[in-house]
């Protein structure tokens, strides 16, 4: 039996045959009789040999093992977590959750199910790989899995959720051609890339021993947000997972990533100006620098081309040149393996069909892998992701931005094209150049890129298989859709400003970005426009200039938009298509949600001027300019106040 309460032992047990132990849990906070959630924290998945090592799966443990706290987390600087500056919450509403922090003991995960399943269930499983660069834990109260888990029960569609730690920064991404030579001879494949690999092995645990705790390891969804989710496409594009594939779908959620990862040459050379104030010569010296100093460098580092963590035939860069239709359905139908999206109601899971005949490389540079896995996938961003960078972006002078444009395109034509699309120029009153160039930063970061990678993946499947939305319903502290924010509404753990109760929302019209409003069924298109509702709860018609100052975010909106985000991914969880793949789905603004036609898209995001500004500089000076534009001014040419 799984979960049950024992006489002597008040906490939920699982016995565990294949780990011959005994797991202890608790009842999580959330757990109602109706919905009852149990919660196992703590579980340690794998070991770390060494700093700027391999980990190996762990599959000894003791007869009993505690997994009443959570354990420790990756070492990493003590500033106030991404989530709480962007959600503007005061100290009193953030748990002061302490988590240790330890080099060597950081590898475990947490799993939330429901109370009453059994190794029979086959429930799906839901693995979530947290974001925040070098900041940031599995074990994070604002993405706690028991709301969303209780949601599950509640809408019929139960799943197990697992979350992970794994190491960040420089522990989890340092990469060089000396810390190649010394992983090549202690045993180690590749350099680098030890997060990746962390997050692998947990992959591999979960698929090992999953089953006793309600979960089906042949039905696991990946879903991450920021650097989470630019972490599962490294995995989508792994060798590993061409071999033996461990995720079946994957959802991506606003990724920060380098759509041209770096080579391990151009890894060292970084990583040698990082860590050139230890005077270090040697990588036995590098492991002897503290911890609490080494943690405070690399907040950028990730991903590493090392030659052995992705595929063969991987040309460097996570977008590839867009298929005409008749090599997409040459690859999909030659491909060796691929998988694909189950939507009986008898099988809730992907079915890995096998092929053997041969298919030809499109590459120009390398002889690809015969086949790639394409597991099917959702992708979107927020609307204003950049206010990650808003200091940064403030400090710029208009001077100043005209003349880093204009150095990093290398194009005056190109540069100016910029400009012009963004109304910047060397005249832009100061307080009106960030909100300018935060947009410039938005589409550089985010809504470029991510339009890119939905295209190429979209393009690898056969154009089917990829899932786009846009989230831009605004968040309740800040009023924007900003970097996140999705995440106040899928996991439902942040605490709220006093929302105001439901007002001309009650006639379900939502309106859409043009100021018309449609009806608030998810399943209406975007053709069928209706007309405003006028009525309020007192009988009086709405004077909409009068009323301007109403609250963006209400009741009614927000749990409209949380209800919505989180059947939608348990449905796909599950299996299901969850919406027609030539539509776009809205979350928001202002509780909008349904399918939406492309059209939709275009005018929800600047794509005209991705086409005339950011296509023409290709994806590697893109990705520069906005890395550049989010790390601000150089200091001697930051303004004076």
Same mark, same amino acid.
């Given at each position: ?10 906490e939920?047990?699982?016995?565990h ?15 109602t ?8 924290r703590?579980?340690?998945y794998?070991t770390?040999?060494a ?10 443990y ?8 959570h ?14 500056e ?11 959750q302490?988590?240790?922090?330890s ?9 939330t ?8 269930s086959?429930l ?7 974001g925040?660069g ?7 109260w604002?993405?706690?899995?028991g709301?969303?888990?209780q949601?599950?029960i ?12 794994f ?9 060089s051609?000396?810390?190649?030579e ?8 590749g ?9 692998r092995r947990? *992959?591999?645990w979960?698929?090992?021993?999953i ?22 496409l ?9 071999v033996a ?11 920060i990533?380098d ?21 270090v ?5 590098m ?11 690399g907040q ?8 052995v ?11 590839s040149?867009?298929e005409?239709?008749?090599s997409?359905?040459?690859h ?14 008898h099988s809730?899971?992907?079915?890995v ?6 298919s ?6 390398r ?6 896995i ?14 990650l ?10 001077a ?5 444009i ?12 910029i ?6 120029n060397a ?18 970061r985010?809504?470029w890129?991510t339009? *890119?990678?939905a ?9 089917h ?12 502290s ?9 995440? *106040?509404?899928l996991?439902?753990n942040?605490p709220l400003?006093?929302l ?17 409003y @449609?009806?608030?069924d998810?399943?209406?298109d975007?053709?069928?426009m209706?007309t ?17 100052a *109403? ?16 059947e939608r991914?348990?449905a796909?969880? @599950?299996?299901?298509?969850?919406w027609?793949e030539?539509?776009? @789905?809205?979350?928001g603004p ?7 036609s ?12 991705w086409?005339e ?5 290709g ?11 989010c ?5 001697d040419?930051r303004?004076?106040?």
């Open positions: 039996m799984i979960a049950k309460i024992l006489d002597d032992v008040p939920p047990v699982v016995l045959e294949d780990l011959k132990t005994t797991f202890t849990g608790v009842v999580h906070q959330v757990s009789p109706d919905a009852p959630v149990h919660q196992y703590g579980i340690k794998a770390i040999p700093r700027f090592r391999q980990s190996n799966l762990l599959t000894r003791p007869p009993v093992t505690d997994c009443s706290r354990g420790p987390i990756c070492p990493q600087p003590s500033f106030k977590s991404v989530e709480e962007l959600f503007n919450l005061t100290e009193d509403c953030i748990p002061n302490a988590l240790e922090q080099e060597f003991e950081c590898l475990n995960l947490n799993i199910c429901p109370a009453n399943v059994t190794p029979d086959y799906p499983v839901m693995l979530w790989i947290h925040g070098n900041r940031g834990s599995g074990a994070n604002v993405t706690d899995a709301p969303i888990v949601k599950s509640q809408v019929g569609k139960p799943v197990v959720v697992v979350s992970i730690n190491r960040l920064g420089l522990l989890g991404f340092a990469a051609a000396a810390l190649r010394d992983n090549v001879a202690a045993g180690d494949e350099v680098g890339n030890y997060g990746l690999r962390d997050q947990a *992959m591999e979960v698929h090992r021993f089953q006793p705790f309600g979960g089906n390891p042949n039905n696991v969804t990946l879903f991450g947000e920021s650097t989470g989710a630019g972490d599962i490294c995995h989508l594009h792994s060798a590993a997972n061409e594939p461990l995720f079946h779908r994957s959802i991506i959620q606003s990724a990533i759509l041209e990862v770096p080579t391990v040459h151009s890894a060292g050379w970084e990583l040698g100006k990082m860590l050139s104030t230890f005077r010569q040697t990588v036995d010296q492991r002897h620098i503290p911890v609490d100093k080494l943690v405070l460098l950028n580092v990730r991903a590493v081309d090392d030659g963590f992705f595929r063969r035939g991987w040309t460097g860069s996570l977008v040149e867009p005409d239709d008749s997409a359905a040459h999909e139908h030659h491909s060796e393996a691929h998988l694909v999206l189950g939507l009986n109601g809730h899971h992907l079915k069909v096998h092929h053997h005949t041969d030809r490389s499109h590459s120009h540079t002889t690809p892998h015969p086949f790639h394409r597991q099917p996938l959702i992708i979107g961003d927020c609307g204003a992701e950049s206010l960078w808003s200091l940064p972006a403030s400090l710029w002078t208009a100043g931005v005209v003349k880093r204009r150095a990093i395109c290398q194009s005056l034509t190109k540069a100016n094209t400009l012009r699309s963004y109304d910047i005249a832009t009153p100061a307080d009106e150049l960030p909100d300018r160039l935060l947009e410039l930063i938005n589409d550089t985010f809504a890129p339009e *890119m990678l295209s190429s993946l979209r393009s690898a499947r056969g154009g298989g990829v899932w786009r939305y846009v989230f831009d319903q605004e968040g309740p800040r009023g924007v859709p900003h970097h996140a924010v999705d995440l *106040m509404y996991f439902d942040v400003p006093s105001s109760s439901p007002s001309f929302y009650d006639c379900d019209l939502v309106p859409d970005e043009n100021g018309c @449609y009806s608030s998810d399943d209406s975007d053709e069928c209706i405003k509702c006028t009525s309020r709860e007192d009988g009086a018609r709405y004077d909409y200039d009068a009323d301007w *109403m609250p963006v975010v209400d009741d009614w909106t927000y749990s409209r938009v949380r209800n919505t985000i989180q991914w348990l796909f969880a @599950y299996g299901e298509a969850p027609r030539d539509k776009v @789905y809205v979350f202002e509780g909008e949600t349904g399918e939406r492309m059209r939709i898209f275009q005018a929800r995001r600047r794509t005209q001027v086409k500004a950011l296509e023409p500089l994806t590697s000076l893109v990705q520069k300019l906005g890395v550049e534009l790390n601000g001014p150089p200091a040419s303004p004076r106040w």
